[in-house]
């Protein structure tokens, strides 16, 4: 079973872009895009590599749910 996160990109150099989760970041591969990103696109991300643009509407919505969930007591240390 593969997983892809949900991520905003913050910055593009070249083909890396830094993408943020809940304040952390790393850098990812762009290559494997097939369309443009921009800062502030929503991007799915496996494995250091962006895979898929998704819409800001999905990324947002996507970033609350795991907020939601990393709220929730069993979550909690």
Same mark, same amino acid.
């Given at each position: 079973?593969? @997983? =892809?996160v949900p991520s905003k990109i913050v910055e593009i150099k070249d083909a890396i872009a830094t993408i943020d989760v809940h304040g952390a970041r790393r850098d %990812?591969? #762009? @290559? @494997?895009?097939? /369309? /443009? %990103?921009? %800062? &502030?696109?929503?991007? @799915? %991300?496996? =494995? &250091?590599? =962006?895979?898929?643009? #998704?819409d800001k509407e999905a990324g947002e919505d996507a970033m609350k749910l795991i907020n939601e969930l990393l709220e929730r007591d069993e979550f909690k240390e």
């Open positions: 079973m593969c @997983l =892809a %990812v591969s #762009i @290559l @494997l895009l097939p /369309e /443009e %990103v921009t %800062v &502030g696109d929503y991007v @799915l %991300v496996h =494995a &250091g590599f =962006a895979i898929q643009k #998704i």
